[in-house]
T-cell receptor, first 116, second 116 residues
Framework: AQSVTQLDSQVPVFEEAPVELRCNYS??????LFWYVQYPNQGLQLLLK??????LVESINGFEAEFNKSQTSFHLRKPSVHISDTAEYFC??????????????FGKGTKLSVKP | DTAVSQTPKYLVTQMGNDKSIKCEQN?????MYWYKQDSKKFLKIMFS???????INETVPNRFSPKSPDKAHLNLHINSLELGDSAVYFC???????????????FGSGTQLSVL
C-alpha cells in the first residue's frame, strides 16, 4: 500500500518570499509523483509530475519539485510567490505496479496563503 | 467553457434518501473517474470508466452505483444515504485508460454532500 504525508496543513507567507511545501511518501513499489493545485472555487489541476529521468521537474508558473528517492520526498518549491499562488496544494503518488496500479493516492493538502 | 463539470455543487439531504451527482466532460476523453475526499482531505478513487466500461471499482459500498450513458458522462448514484457518506466528491477525466498512470487528470470542482 502507498501513503502520502503532507506535514503542513497551512503555510502563510508574504508575497515575494520563498516557499517550500513538503511531501513524503511510502511505497513498497516504484511510483510516479504528482503535485496538484486547487484554486478557490475551482477543480484540481495538475501542476507538475515526475515519471522518470531528471529528478528536478518544473511547472510553467515557477514551481519546481525534486524527487529524492533516499528520503522518499517530493517537496514543492518556489523562490518568490505571488498573491495568485494562494491555493491548496495536493501531493499524490501512483504505483507503477500491483493491484493499485493506475490509482492516485493523495495527501491531505497544504493551504498556501500569500499575503501582501 | 468548463472542461469537467459536475452538478450540483452542494447537496444537503436526509439519511436514507437516494441522490445522484452528475458529471460531464467536453474534452473528448476516454476515461472518467469518481474520487471521494473525506473529512481528513484524503482523495480516494472510487470508480473509473473507460469508454463506458467499468475498469476500476475500489472497495465501495454497493449503495454507490456509477452510470455511464456515454463516454462524456459518468453519473454517481447513491442509495440509502448514510451519515458517513458526507464528503466532497470529485469527478475527473483523462485522455486514455487509467492504468496508464502518467495520464494528466482533469478534475471537476467537487460536490459537497452533507447527509443529515
Amino acid at each position: 500500500a502507498q501513503s502520502v504525508t503532507q506535514l503542513d496543513s497551512q503555510v502563510p507567507v508574504f508575497e515575494e518570499a520563498p516557499v517550500e511545501l513538503r511531501c513524503n511518501y511510502s511505497s513498497s513499489v516504484s511510483v510516479y509523483l504528482f503535485w496538484y493545485v486547487q484554486y478557490p472555487n475551482q477543480g484540481l489541476q495538475l501542476l507538475l509530475k515526475y515519471l522518470s529521468g531528471s529528478t528536478l521537474v518544473e511547472s510553467i508558473n515557477g514551481f519546481e519539485a525534486e524527487f529524492n528517492k533516499s528520503q522518499t520526498s517530493f517537496h514543492l518549491r518556489k523562490p518568490s510567490v505571488h498573491i495568485s499562488d494562494t491555493a491548496e496544494y495536493f501531493c499524490a503518488v501512483s504505483p507503477l505496479s500491483g493491484g493499485s496500479q493506475g490509482n492516485l493516492i493523495f495527501g491531505k493538502g497544504t493551504k498556501l496563503s500569500v499575503k501582501p | 467553457d468548463t472542461a469537467v463539470s459536475q452538478t450540483p455543487k452542494y447537496l444537503v439531504t436526509q439519511m436514507g434518501n437516494d441522490k445522484s451527482i452528475k458529471c460531464e466532460q467536453n474534452l473528448g476523453h476516454d476515461t472518467m473517474y469518481w474520487y471521494k475526499q473525506d473529512s481528513k482531505k484524503f482523495l480516494k478513487i472510487m470508480f473509473s470508466y473507460n469508454n463506458k466500461e467499468l475498469i476500476i471499482n475500489e472497495t465501495v459500498p454497493n449503495r454507490f452505483s456509477p452510470k455511464s450513458p456515454d463516454k462524456a458522462h459518468l453519473n454517481l448514484h447513491i442509495n440509502s444515504l448514510e451519515l458517513g457518506d458526507s464528503a466532497v466528491y470529485f469527478c475527473a477525466s483523462s485522455q486514455r485508460a487509467s492504468r496508464v498512470t502518467n495520464e494528466k487528470l482533469f478534475f471537476g470542482s467537487g460536490t459537497q454532500l452533507s447527509v443529515l
